[in-house]
């Protein structure tokens, strides 16, 4: 597909995302490079919700084991490695679940990399049935998500490691 991303002008937040969706497949499609579909997701979804913050941490084999490490992501620098079970990110890890925050302040164990972030989901990337990377989206506002979201992400977080030509 071309590189310009059509952004629709909607106000609703599930038409904005059915924009997308097969915008994202397309960007995908043909494409092996995981780090490079993940850099292209995060932009694709910055451009069309402006998040404060949106990125992967990808689950890395390190001296200690395995932990999160950050990947591809648009938005203000953040922590760079996360233990399993810790915050959220290490949460939607272990549970292999999506996690919607709607007030960070109220999740226990959140990790504040950065303080204007008010309201997260965190998304677990699978690759043949194993967590292989989180899809994390912070918002300066409060209760930014909920199943919309979750559900659309979801599916774009499958893209990245189907097979598809
Ligand atoms: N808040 C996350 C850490 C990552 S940053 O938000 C980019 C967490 O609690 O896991």
């Known amino acids: 597909m071309s590189e310009e991303l059509f952004i629709s002008t909607e106000s609703d937040k599930d038409a904005r995302y059915r924009a ?3 915008q994202v497949r397309s960007l995908m499609a043909g494409e092996p490079d995981a780090i490079a579909k993940m850099a292209n997701l995060a932009a694709a979804l910055c451009q069309t919700f402006h998040f404060f913050w949106v990125g992967f941490y990808r689950v890395v084999e390190g001296e200690k084991g395995e932990e999160l490490v ?3 992501f648009q938005g203000p ?3 760079t490695r996360i233990q399993r ?4 990110c290490g949460t939607a890890w ?3 679940q999506t996690v919607v925050v709607p007030d960070v302040e109220q999740f226990p164990g959140h990790i504040a990399c950065n303080s204007a972030s008010r309201s997260e989901i965190v998304v677990p990337v699978f690759r043949e049935g194993r967590v292989v990377a ?3 989206i912070d918002s300066e506002n409060l209760r930014a998500f909920d199943q919309v979201d979750a559900e659309y992400l979801e599916r774009m977080a499958a893209y990245l ?3 598809m030509s």
């Open 20 to 22: 997308l969706l097969p």
């Open 161 to 163: 490691f189907e097979e």
């Open 77 to 79: 620098i953040a922590c």
């Open 94 to 96: 272990a549970t292999r």
């Open 134 to 136: 989180v899809l994390d």
């Open 70 to 72: 950050l990947g591809p």
């Open 85 to 88: 079970g810790r915050g959220v």
